[in-house]
C-alpha cells in the first residue's frame, strides 16, 4: 500500500496523515490550497485499482453522494479517476465514529440516542428520497461531530432503488452484525433494509450490545434469518417501553411488517420525545416456518469504509454456508415433525394444566404499586426480596422534610395498577451536594466528563447559535456556582451552527412558478410575498428566491419570489451631442427612441457649437437613438438597454457635410493670424465664425514676437490657406512670451 502522506497530489491536495484504513481505500487528511481548507481524501489501493469491480464500487460512493445534499451526509468536493490514482475529496470530519463512542460510553442514555438516530433517519430519509439505498448503516459508518451532530458516510455499496437493488447481483454485503434479513439471503433490498440496519444500531446503542453475537459470521448471519433477539429491556431495563418498542419494530424479519420509510419511524420517535412514557400498539405476523432461499454465486469479500480504521469481516463464504447449513437444517425436519404431530394432542393437554396450576401464565400481569414513600432506599427497598421482581430507577433529591435516604417521591402512585415490567420512579432524599463545575467556552464531551465526574448525570440541548464557535457549551442547568444535589441532572446547552430541525431551501430558481411550488410542497413548505419584476426572462419564472437555495428552513415556513413579468426592466442612460455652429442662432433640437419622440430630451438650443446633455429611458436590445435639429439629422446610434452596463454602439455624427449643405456661413476660409496680438487674432477668427479657439504660450528670444501669435493650427501651408473649414473646428493659436515670462 503506498503511502502518500508528504506528497501532494494534483498540485492541489497535500497529505497530512492517514486517518481512517478501509478494506478497499485509504482516507487522509489534508489540505486544499486552491479553496483554502482542510479536506479528507478517500484513495483507492493501489492492489484495487487494476480489479474493475472495485473500480467500480469506488466510482458508485462519489456518484451517489454527489447527488446528495443534506447537513447529516457527508459531503463531496471533488473526485478523479484516473489509470494510476483515484480518489474522492470529502469534507474533513473532526470527530469520532458512533461505534468507538458507543465502546467509551457502554450504553447510550436514551435520550442522546434519540438525538443521533433522529439525525441518522432524516439523511436516510433524503438519499432514499433521491433513490439510493445506503445498505451498509452502520456505527462505524456514522460519525459523531463534538456538538453532537450526526454524519452518515460510506455508499460505497449504494444503490439506485430504481435499478437493480439484488444484493448479491451487485456483488457486495454489508457488514454481517447489521445486515437486514433480506441483504442475507440475496432477495431484493429497497429502503426497508437501511430501516432494519437503522434499528440494530438503535439496539446497539441502548444495550450497548450487538442483537446477535457468534465468533462466525456464518452464524451470525443465519440468526439474522431465523432468530428473534432478546428485547432491549432485556439486557438493559432502563430502556423506555416506548424506544424498545420503535427498535422492535425495525427490526422485524419480514420488511413489511417493518416502519415503511425513514419519515414513518421519525413520526413514531417524535410522538415518543413528545411523551416518553407511551406505548405503542404494534402487532406482528409471525412466520413459524424456517426460511428458504436458493443458492447464488458468491459475493465480494470486502466493504468500503470511510474516515475510520476498522475494516470489515471477510463474507466471501457467508451465503454459501448459509445455504449448506439450511439445507441440512431442512432435511432433517420433515421426520422430526411427523413424529411431533403424533404425540402433540395429549402433550398438549398436560402441558396446559401445568402452565394453569403451576405458573403465573394465565395470571394477571397487572400489580398495584405499594407505598414507598418515607421507606429508607438502600436498607428497605434494595436489597428487600420483597421488591426484587419491581422495575425500580430512582434519582436523587435534596428536602429538608425528609431523612436523607428516604423516598420523598414516587412515580406512579401508591394504589395505582401497573405492568410488571413498568418503570416505578423513585425519588431519594440526599444531602449530598456539590457546586456545579464551570464548563462554560468547553467541548459538549469534554464539559460531560467533568461534570459526570463530580457526581451529576448529564443529558444536554444544542442551541442553534452562529455567533459562539460551533460545539462549545454557553451555558448549564443548574448555572456554574449553584449547589446541586449529587446525582442530580445537570443540563448542558450546546451551540449549535446547523438547526437540527432544519432543511435545506430547494432551488427554485429558473423555474415557472407551478413548478417551483410543487417544488416547495414536495418539502412542506409554500410560497410566502410574491412580486412581479421586469426581466428579460419568460413570464412566470422565478428570477430571485428568499431564502436563498440551500439556506436553512423550517417545514411550514415560506418562501418569498420575485417572478419575472416577461418585459425587460426600464434602464437609463445619459447622452451627449455636439451643436452645429450658426452664427450663435437658436435652433430647436429633438430626440427620438425608435422614432418616438422623446418629450422630456427636446429643447430650443444655441447653435454654437457647445454641447447638449440629456437623458432617455428604454428597455430594448437594438433600440435606434436619432438627434435631429430643425428636422435634419445630427447625430444616430443604436442603444442596447439590457446589457450592463448599457452599450452604445453604431454612432453617426453629421459632420462638415451636413454644416455646409444646411447652414449659411457653416464653412469658412481660416485667417491667418500670426503676428497679431491675442485680443486681434481671437477678433479675427470670430469674424470668420470661429469661435471653437484655444490659446497656448511659447517662450520666445525675439522679443518682438512676445505677446504675439508666433503660431497656429490647423497650419496655413500649401493650398491649406484657401481650404474651407468647418466653423466648428478647434483652432490653436500660439503666444510668444519672454523668458522671464
Known amino acids: 500500500m503506498e503511502n502518500y502522506v508528504g506528497k501532494r497530489i494534483d498540485g492541489r491536495y497535500e497529505i497530512h496523515e492517514i486517518i481512517g484504513v478501509g478494506g478497499m481505500a485509504v482516507v487522509y487528511k489534508a489540505y486544499d490550497n486552491i479553496d483554502d481548507r482542510i479536506v479528507a481524501v478517500k484513495i483507492l489501493k493501489e492492489e484495487y485499482i487494476s480489479n474493475e469491480e472495485f473500480r467500480r464500487r469506488f466510482k458508485n460512493e462519489s456518484k451517489y453522494i454527489a447527488v446528495l445534499s443534506h447537513p447529516n451526509i457527508v459531503k463531496v468536493y471533488d473526485v478523479s479517476f484516473g489509470d494510476r490514482l483515484q480518489y474522492i475529496v470529502m469534507e474533513y470530519i473532526e470527530g469520532i465514529t458512533l461505534k468507538e463512542y458507543i465502546q467509551q460510553q457502554g450504553v447510550i442514555q436514551p435520550r442522546e440516542a434519540v438525538l443521533f438516530v433522529t439525525q441518522i433517519l432524516r439523511a436516510l430519509q433524503h438519499a432514499h428520497d433521491k433513490g439510493i439505498v445506503h445498505r451498509d448503516v452502520k456505527p462505524q459508518n456514522i460519525m459523531l461531530l463534538q456538538n453532537g451532530s450526526i454524519k452518515v458516510t460510506d455508499f460505497g455499496i449504494a444503490s439506485f432503488n430504481r435499478s437493480d437493488t439484488r444484493t448479491m447481483s451487485d456483488s457486495a454485503i454489508g457488514s454481517v452484525h447489521y445486515i437486514s434479513p433480506e441483504q442475507a439471503k440475496g432477495d431484493f433490498t429497497d429502503a426497508k433494509a437501511d430501516i432494519y440496519s437503522v434499528g440494530v444500531v438503535m439496539y446497539e446503542m441502548l444495550t450497548g450490545t450487538l442483537p446477535f453475537q457468534s465468533d462466525s459470521a456464518v452464524s451470525v448471519a443465519l440468526m439474522q434469518l431465523q432468530n428473534e433477539p432478546d428485547s432491549p429491556r432485556e ?16 427490526m422485524q424479519k419480514e420488511p413489511s411488517a417493518r416502519y415503511q420509510s425513514a419519515a414513518q419511524m421519525l413520526l413514531d420517535i417524535d410522538e415518543y420525545k413528545r411523551n416518553p412514557d407511551i406505548k405503542f400498539d404494534y402487532s ?63 402433550v398438549l393437554v398436560v402441558i396446559l394444566a ?15 404499586v ?46 395505582e395498577k401497573i405492568d410488571e415490567d413498568d418503570v416505578i420512579l423513585l425519588t431519594v432524599n440526599t444531602n449530598k451536594t456539590a457546586l456545579v ?15 459526570e465526574a463530580a457526581g451529576f448525570v448529564t443529558s444536554y440541548e444544542m442551541v442553534y447559535d452562529t455567533s459562539i464557535e ?91 419570489i420575485k417572478v419575472s413579468s416577461g418585459k425587460a426592466p426600464t434602464k437609463s442612460v445619459d447622452m451627449t451631442v455636439r451643436l452645429p455652429y450658426k452664427n450663435g442662432n437658436a435652433g430647436t433640437l429633438k430626440v427620438y427612441l425608435n422614432n418616438v419622440a422623446v418629450d422630456d430630451a427636446g429643447a430650443e438650443v444655441l447653435l454654437n457649437s457647445s454641447t447638449y446633455s440629456f437623458c432617455v429611458s428604454g428597455s430594448g436590445k437594438d ?61 479675427a477668427l470670430n469674424n470668420q465664425g470661429f ?31 484657401y481650404k474651407q473649414y468647418s466653423t466648428s473646428t478647434a483652432i490653436v493659436i500660439v503666444i510668444g512670451k519672454g523668458v522671464l515670462g
Open 235 to 250: 439486557r438493559n431495563s432502563a430502556v423506555p417501553v416506548g424506544l424498545e418498542q420503535i427498535t422492535m419494530h425495525a
Open 284 to 346: 406482528y405476523f409471525v412466520d413459524n416456518e424456517p426460511t428458504k432461499f436458493i443458492d447464488r454465486k458468491k459475493i465480494a469479500n470486502k466493504t468500503p469504509v470511510v474516515n475510520e480504521a476498522e475494516t470489515n469481516t471477510d463474507n466471501d463464504e457467508i451465503i454459501e454456508e448459509i445455504d449448506d447449513e439450511q439445507a441440512q437444517s431442512n432435511s432433517k425436519l420433515i421426520p422430526i415433525l411427523t413424529g411431533a404431530v403424533a404425540g402433540l394432542g395429549a
Open 354 to 368: 401445568v402452565l394453569f396450576f403451576f405458573t403465573d401464565v394465565f395470571k394477571s400481569s397487572e400489580i398495584k
Open 370 to 415: 405499594p407505598q414507598f414513600i418515607g421507606m429508607i432506599y438502600e436498607t428497605e427497598i434494595k436489597d428487600s426480596s420483597k421488591y426484587k421482581d419491581y422495575n425500580i430507577e430512582i434519582e436523587y433529591e435534596y428536602s429538608a422534610e425528609y431523612e436523607v435516604g428516604s423516598v420523598i417521591k414516587q412515580s406512579p402512585e401508591k394504589g
Open 437 to 451: 463545575t464551570d464548563v462554560y467556552g468547553q467541548s459538549y464531551l469534554v464539559a460531560k466528563q467533568t461534570l
Open 470 to 560: 460551533e460545539g462549545v457549551v454557553i451555558n448549564t442547568s443548574p448555572e456554574h456556582g449553584d449547589e446541586a444535589a449529587i446525582g442530580s441532572t445537570v443540563v448542558i446547552y450546546v451551540s449549535s451552527h446547523t438547526d437540527a430541525d432544519a432543511i435545506e431551501t430547494p432551488e427554485i430558481v429558473g423555474y415557472s412558478q407551478e413548478i417551483a411550488l410543487d417544488l416547495l410542497k414536495s418539502v412542506n413548505l409554500e410560497f410566502g410575498e410574491v412580486t412581479i419584476e421586469d426581466s428579460t426572462q419568460p413570464e412566470g419564472t422565478v428570477i430571485e428566491q428568499t431564502p436563498l437555495a440551500g439556506d436553512p428552513i423550517h417545514e411550514g415556513e415560506k418562501v418569498d
Open 623 to 683: 433600440d435606434t437613438l436619432i438627434v435631429k435639429i430643425d428636422g435634419s439629422v445630427i447625430y444616430s446610434c443604436k442603444i442596447n438597454f439590457t446589457a450592463d452596463p448599457i452599450a452604445v454602439s453604431d454612432e453617426k455624427t453629421i459632420d462638415d457635410v451636413y454644416y455646409d449643405s444646411f447652414y449659411y456661413g457653416a464653412m469658412s476660409i481660416i485667417p491667418n493670424v500670426e503676428g497679431k496680438t491675442r485680443e486681434a487674432a481671437e477678433k
Open 691 to 721: 469661435y471653437n479657439i484655444t490659446v497656448e504660450t511659447q517662450t520666445t528670444l525675439d522679443n518682438s514676437k512676445v505677446g504675439k501669435v508666433i503660431n497656429q493650427k490647423p497650419e496655413l501651408n500649401g493650398l491649406n490657406r
